[in-house]
């Protein structure tokens, strides 16, 4: 391959899309453009909220109106409310969080929209193939490897079992979304840094068909999260007989039994969404880490030796706007260019750092340094974290001066509690094993570990483990914990605070179809 995209979201597809644009205007026909993904198809493992800016789709389809895009419906009226167990007080909307303009969709569906842009311009998508290391001599990358598949739990080959490939590609271009194991070990191994730790959030969302149409987006602050926790929920509507509804958490949250799963299924009784959700019927289930750091958090190098990176692979999330596919996909058209001009150029061994000044110049960074302290601030709690955000509102991230320092969420103390007792009633609330089943997740029985647990796990650890895992892949059974694999939706939420996460191979995970 000339080019090679390491991930086929709203990042790689765009990239690999302009990417063909320009090799088409510029004659280049011979020019080759691959994608791989880890999903059996696209969308299967996209996850967003998602209200969606529209600015990068204008951008990549200047020819195309907005009614042409793969969005479910236009913004009309937002709300925000402060949540307490039993009431919900509006609030006015803050500034960074206005959507007028915007449009609620399924991240899912835009990602199988933008697969069959690309392969109308022939760009080769090539699906179930994770990617398991870089390819590198001396320092320049020269592609990837990808994971073997069909072998059984003890890593014996069973009789479908396909050997790793080698993909040679001039350019790889990184964009295989939050907690990259490739962007980690290629900054780990180049020694690239960044003024703070990156850190993560865990989303939990769910897809209700509806008896009555949403009419607004909804955000809220507050229950059912402890006043030192950050995150917040949201309902969204998805066209006349759809909503989904959310609720995401810093994963520097103190109290080791919070579990983010319960706490949305708590939350759906709450009066402002029983409401909503009463007489409807459960669709769809996910869970997704999202980068949270923000402009403190991004790597001094984006770019090296026959490298790119893009979208939450790198961190191009901005929290106080709940914004990130516009971000990803604008990144992803810039790695494009890069590559497409050191190509044509020659030079693509080094010559790919103007990547890097093309997007530290760009609206993206210059967005994201605007909020730069908003979610560090909450480090202190809600109610200062809220009182701080304000005025860096009003000052335009003015105030305070400098840089707000964090550690990495694994570095966060935590509380060692005794959890609610939780009982679904399998009409509004679910237990974790039923959401995996509707999260489509079809992973075989037999698949070996993917999951590198630490040796002599205490039982405090192991319960802290079930709780934080949103899909119950690690259980305390008498006094010892149990990994159960083929549960992992592909999170990465332990990977973030314990146990790591390895690609495993294709097909495996959920088959999101709604998200």
Request: proline share 6%.
């Amino acid at each position: 391959m000339d080019v090679l995209f390491v991930g086929a979201g709203p990042a790689g597809l765009a990239g690999a899309i302009h990417l063909a644009q320009l090799a088409r205007g510029a004659g280049r026909s011979d020019l080759q453009i691959g994608v791989l993904e880890k999903a059996s198809g696209l969308g299967e493992h996209n996850l967003s909220g998602a209200v969606v800016n529209p600015r990068a789709f204008r951008e990549l389809f200047p020819d195309l109106s907005d009614a042409d895009f793969p969005f479910r419906q236009k913004v009309e009226k937002e709300a925000v409310y402060y949540l307490t167990s039993g009431s919900a007080v509006r609030v006015p909307t803050p500034p960074t969080m206005h959507n007028a303009g915007n449009y609620a969709g399924s991240i899912s569906e835009m990602t199988r929209w933008l697969g069959a842009r690309a392969e109308e311009l022939g760009v080769n998508v090539f699906t179930g193939f994770p990617v398991d290391a870089l390819l590198v001599e001396g320092h320049v990358v020269k592609g990837v490897r990808t994971t073997p598949s069909g072998l059984g739990r003890d890593g014996s080959q069973r009789g479908d079992y396909q050997a790793p490939t080698d993909v040679a590609a001039k350019v790889t271009i990184l964009t295989d979304g939050t907690r990259s194991p490739l962007a980690q070990a290629w900054w780990q191994w180049r020694n690239v840094t960044s003024p703070n730790p990156q850190i993560f959030a865990l989303g939990v969302k769910e897809v209700w068909k509806v008896r009555r149409p949403l009419d607004r987006i909804v955000h809220t602050l507050g229950w059912p999260l402890p006043g030192d926790a950050f995150g917040g929920s949201w309902c969204y509507p998805q066209g006349p007989e759809q909503v989904s509804i959310g609720l995401v958490v810093g994963l520097d949250y103190r109290d080791a039994a919070l579990d983010v799963h319960q706490l949305l299924q708590r939350m759906k009784g709450h009066p402002l969404f029983a409401e909503i959700l009463d007489g409807g019927e459960l669709l769809e289930w996910g869970a997704k880490t999202i980068p949270e750091g923000g402009y403190y958090a991004l790597p001094e190098r984006l770019s090296g030796d026959g490298l790119l990176m893009a979208g939450d692979a790198v961190g191009f999330v901005d929290v106080p706007s709940l914004k990130g596919i516009h971000y990803a996909m604008q990144t992803g058209m810039y790695a494009a260019r890069a590559a497409f001009a050191e190509i044509q150029s020659g030079h693509v061994a080094a010559g790919l750092a103007s990547y890097d000044r093309t997007v530290r110049e760009s609206y993206v960074v210059r967005d994201m340094r605007r909020t730069r302290n908003m979610r560090l601030a909450f480090k202190d709690g809600f109610l200062v974290g809220a009182a701080k955000a304000g005025v860096m509102t009003v000052t335009g991230g003015r105030f305070p001066g400098g840089r707000i320092a964090m550690h990495a969420d694994a570095a966060a103390e935590k509380i060692v509690t005794t959890a609610e007792p939780f009982v679904a009633d399998n009409v509004r609330t679910f237990t974790k094993l039923d959401a995996v089943f509707k999260s489509g997740n079809a992973t075989r029985d037999t698949i070996p570990q993917h999951l590198v647990v630490g040796r002599d796990i205490t039982p405090a650890m192991a319960e802290f483990y079930s709780h934080m895992c949103p899909a119950g892949v690690y259980e305390l059974v008498d006094g010892l914990l149990r990994v159960n694999a083929p549960n992992c939706v592909d999170c990465k939420a332990t990977d973030v605070l314990g146990p790591r996460w390895l690609p495993r191979e294709g097909g495996s995970g959920p088959k999101y179809r709604l998200m």
